[in-house]
């Protein structure tokens, strides 16, 4: 019988095991134009998760306005009309309807005390983070490596444990999506979907997500599936109706409006978001932002469809934010950071398969025939 390739981490050969020499040659091409593109970054605007005042005077930091509004709502408050009050006060804009987000978060905020929702927080943190673990058992083969992988994504998420950034909606859509995501099963996606839904209550970007799984489901064959989805986002799609006449009923033609989302800051930006927004923060910015290059591109090892989906979210995200992000709202990097660091667990086996497919190397295939 033929003998399998051996792997170093994964639990099954990379996607490139099997690759030929020329489009071996042809990725790990791709690969260095791509962390070569990621030194860009030193170029890019900083990025800082949580631009709070330190003198104690007005601050337009987003994330004290969400706390405006959440106490505003907790003192008896109807929820649009605090929080365009809020907004003109603090001289956001009202127009378009984006700028005010869904009041999902802040009512649920509001009906807890402080403690309460930053533990809501954590529980939903240590929930995304054993569904990981499970998951992880299926992706590597064996502890240490599956320990690293958590540790990575400890890495990813830890920004999302800071008490004092618990109004920023990404925060909470990110690690439901995380957790959407571990959960999702060939033929189980019901959960994951519902999970879906759920994150885009709270931050509509999260509809991105929605719609390469629906993607994924349709080109996959999976029509029940994609159904399921669709439906999700068509109920998305409905509560955004609503949101939108809740919001006309207390903005007025003179407010201002938004700068518009069209900053096309580049791939240099999203690396320096993604590292500004992660323990990579710690590390010089050359060095952090060729590794979430290669963190983002060991999601392209894993040869099955959960690898698939993952890389094709983290990669709409990362063009969202290269295309449309300003330098103002990094934040929307919290939607992809507590899983983009993951794939650097994947980065030994994809190299190691793609070098030896670009040189040609065959393994050898012992048989055994039986008379």
Do not use: K
Request: charged share 15%; net charge positive; aromatic share 8%.
């Amino acid at each position: 019988m033929a003998r399998t390739a051996v792997t170093l981490w994964l639990a099954r050969p990379s996607r490139f095991a099997r690759t030929t020499r020329p489009v071996a040659r042809a990725l790990l091409g791709l690969l260095a134009l791509l962390v070569a593109v990621s030194f860009t970054a030193v170029d890019a605007p900083e990025t800082p998760v949580a631009p709070v005042a330190s003198d104690g005077g007005p601050a337009r930091a987003d994330v004290l306005l969400y706390e405006r509004i959440v106490e505003g709502v907790r003192a008896g408050g109807d929820y649009y009309t605090v929080a365009a009050d809020a907004q003109r006060a603090g001289g956001y804009p009202l127009h378009p309807f984006m700028t005010m987000r869904l009041p999902t978060l802040a009512v649920v905020q509001a009906l807890l005390p402080v403690p309460a929702a930053t533990a809501l927080l954590y529980a939903l943190a240590a929930v995304m983070a054993a569904a990981w673990w499970q998951r992880l058992g299926g992706l590597v083969g064996s502890l240490v490596p599956r320990i690293v992988a958590m540790a990575l994504l400890g890495c990813g998420a830890m920004v999302s444990l800071r008490y004092d950034l618990q109004a920023f909606h990404e925060i909470w859509a990110g690690l439901l999506m995380a957790l959407s995501l571990a959960i999702w099963r060939p033929g189980r996606w019901v959960e994951s979907a519902a999970l879906a839904l759920c994150a885009m209550t709270v931050r509509e970007t999260a509809a991105l997500y929605a719609l390469v799984m629906l993607a994924a489901a349709v080109l996959g064959g999976q029509r029940r599936e994609a159904l399921g989805w669709a439906l999700a986002i068509g109920l998305f799609g409905a509560l955004i109706a609503l949101h939108i006449h809740a919001w006309s009923q207390v903005t007025l033609p003179d407010d201002p409006t938004g700068p518009g989302w069209n900053a096309m800051l580049g791939a240099g930006f999203v690396a320096r978001t993604i590292a500004t927004e992660t323990a990579l923060a710690a590390l010089p910015l050359v060095i952090a932002a060729p590794l979430v290059a290669l963190a983002l591109a060991g999601w392209a090892a894993l040869d099955d469809a959960f690898g698939a989906r993952v890389g094709l979210t983290l990669f709409a995200y990362a063009l969202l934010i290269a295309l449309f992000c300003r330098a103002d709202t990094p934040y929307w990097g919290l939607m992809m950071t507590p899983i983009s660091l993951v794939g650097l667990a994947f980065v030994p086996d994809a190299l190691r398969d793609l070098g030896r497919a670009a040189r040609g190397s065959r393994r050898v295939t012992v048989t055994r025939r039986i008379e």
